[in-house]
């Protein structure tokens, strides 16, 4: 299995990016999946997480109002769009099953002026 996490880039205070997580080597729609976040000197953390069927999403509060987390089952990916950027977003994002497996190489999200 080989999670590959894109969309990441430089972005300004306020702005938006969105990201893809696709994933070879496994079914995805078959599994909820998380986003994760990694920021410089911090522990990873988990940012969001989507149902098999996206009917069932979950934020963790400092994101809450604006990301989102939506499911292309057909192309087998997921996304997380991310908007109103503040500079304490910037990390390196990645993503994952429930019963996680080896980690991708992540996007880096950096939100700078």
């Known amino acids: 299995v080989q999670f590959v996490e894109s969309g990441g880039g430089l972005v300004q205070p306020g702005g938006s990016l969105r990201l893809s997580c696709a994933a070879s080597?496994?079914?995805?729609?078959?599994?909820?999946v998380r986003w994760y976040r990694q920021a410089p000197g911090k522990e990873r953390e988990l940012v969001a997480r989507?149902?098999?069927?996206?009917?069932?999403?979950v934020f963790t509060d400092s994101v809450k109002g604006r990301f989102t987390i939506s499911r292309d089952n057909a192309k087998n990916t997921v996304y997380l769009q991310m908007n109103d950027l503040r500079p304490e977003d910037t990390a390196v994002y990645s993503c994952?099953?429930?019963?996680?497996?080896?980690w991708g190489q992540g996007t880096l999200v950096t939100v700078s002026s």
């Open positions: 994952n099953t429930d019963a996680l497996r080896a």
């Open positions: 080597g496994l079914t995805l729609s078959w599994y909820a």
């Open positions: 989507i149902s098999s069927g996206g009917a069932s999403t």
